[in-house]
């Protein structure tokens, strides 16, 4: 499967325009996270891409979400580690990941999904709203205010730190790649 015919079958699944874009600044972090370890760019951006088909799919039931993905995703021609990640990034829908591709590629989607989500809630109190106003340092502070954006798991974005990641560098990294595509984001 290639990019555009991901990007085609996740507009199929998820109705919600805010999810599509949530989708794409994953897909963009994962991007830059496997350029800058030294994986295969195109496998990690669909993993990003297409990890949340299954969210409207599932009534955003998180016993289910991830393992309808499954289903979806089968027969399509993606290496199993994909789909496996795509499974097991959902820690409460009970699935083990046991490949130790998958596994690593759990470790960068947790940390890639939740980054994103803090730094779109930075760049939305910023006063123009933009993600070219957000500073690593104001993200770091936001990291640390546990009040701001508390839907956003300080500790799944602490996972990339099992991937030999320190937490400013992927917080710099993660934000280069979301104002990569600040347009596409409309932010
Ligand atoms: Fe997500």
Not at 19 to 30: P, R, Y
Not at 32 to 56: C, P, S
Not at 67 to 83: D, H, M, T, Y
Request: proline share 1%; hydrophobic share 45%; glycine share 6%.
């Amino acid at each position: 499967m290639n990019r555009e015919e991901a990007l085609k079958l996740l507009q199929q699944y998820l109705r919600d325009e805010k999810m599509v874009k949530h989708c794409l600044a994953v897909e963009a972090i994962m991007m830059y996270l496997a350029r800058r370890l030294g994986e295969d760019e195109d496998l990690w951006r669909l993993v990003g891409l297409l990890h949340d088909i299954d969210y409207d799919y599932v009534g955003r039931d998180m016993r289910k979400h991830g393992l309808e993905a499954l289903n979806i995703l089968k027969n399509r021609g993606l290496p199993s580690e994909v789909l496996e990640a795509i499974a097991g990034h959902n820690e409460h829908n009970g699935f083990k990941v046991v490949n130790e591709k998958a596994l690593k590629l759990v470790h960068a989607l947790r940390a890639s999904d939740h980054a994103s989500g803090l730094i779109i809630a930075t760049a939305l109190v910023m006063p123009n709203k933009k993600l070219a106003e957000v500073k690593l340092e104001t993200l770091m502070k936001k990291f640390r205010s546990k009040d701001f954006a508390r839907g956003v798991d300080r500790e799944r974005i602490k996972e990339i730190e099992l991937l030999g990641i320190k937490l400013d560098e992927f917080l710099e990294l993660a934000l280069e790649a979301l104002k990569s595509i600040a347009d596409k984001l409309a932010l």
